[in-house]
């Protein structure tokens, strides 16, 4: 199997619109397993919330596991990078998710005070699938040499 360090791209990184339902008494919005813009079946659902002002979350790469993250409340900023370019997008809308393929670098900053971030994910927690050093992550998305 490719490490998906060595073909992911911060293009494939996108905004999804989950389905909203308006009404007079609030709106809501359903992410579920059936659901036709998913583009995995969740395994993990966690939340960040009370991050200290100027404090930085993520700042990490996954080998396999996919990600779609959702401000519920307030904003942030989730800065993007595949080891050669990096973007970043404000998410402050509990109906647009990022999805962040497996290697992809991602670091979450710029929380506004009372934001809570909610990230969907498709596995369960494994350490094994973390890449937490950035020396690291920019040797796995380096240009392999051909011999």
């Known amino acids: 199997?490719?490490?998906p360090h060595s073909t992911s791209s911060t293009d494939d990184c996108r905004i999804i619109e989950l389905p909203r339902v308006r009404h007079a008494n609030g709106s809501l919005t359903v992410a579920d397993n059936i659901d036709q813009a998913?583009?995995?079946?969740?395994?993990?659902v966690f939340y960040i919330y009370d991050v200290p002002a100027d404090a930085d979350r993520g700042g990490h790469?996954?080998?396999?596991?996919?990600?779609?993250i959702i401000a519920l409340t307030g904003s942030f900023d989730v800065t993007v990078d595949d080891g050669k370019s990096k973007k970043t997008i404000t998410l402050n809308r509990p109906y647009k998710a990022l999805y962040v393929p497996a290697g992809i670098w991602s670091t979450l900053s710029e929380f506004s005070g009372g934001a809570v971030c909610m990230v969907l994910t498709?596995?369960?927690?494994?350490?094994?699938?973390?890449?937490?050093?950035?020396?690291e992550f920019l040797r796995l998305t380096a240009p392999k040499r051909k011999l």
């Open 61 to 68: 790469s996954h080998y396999s596991d996919l990600a779609l």
């Open 38 to 44: 998913m583009p995995f079946k969740t395994r993990r």
């Open 1 to 3: 199997m490719t490490d």
């Open 122 to 135: 498709s596995q369960r927690y494994s350490e094994d699938d973390y890449v937490r050093d950035y020396d």
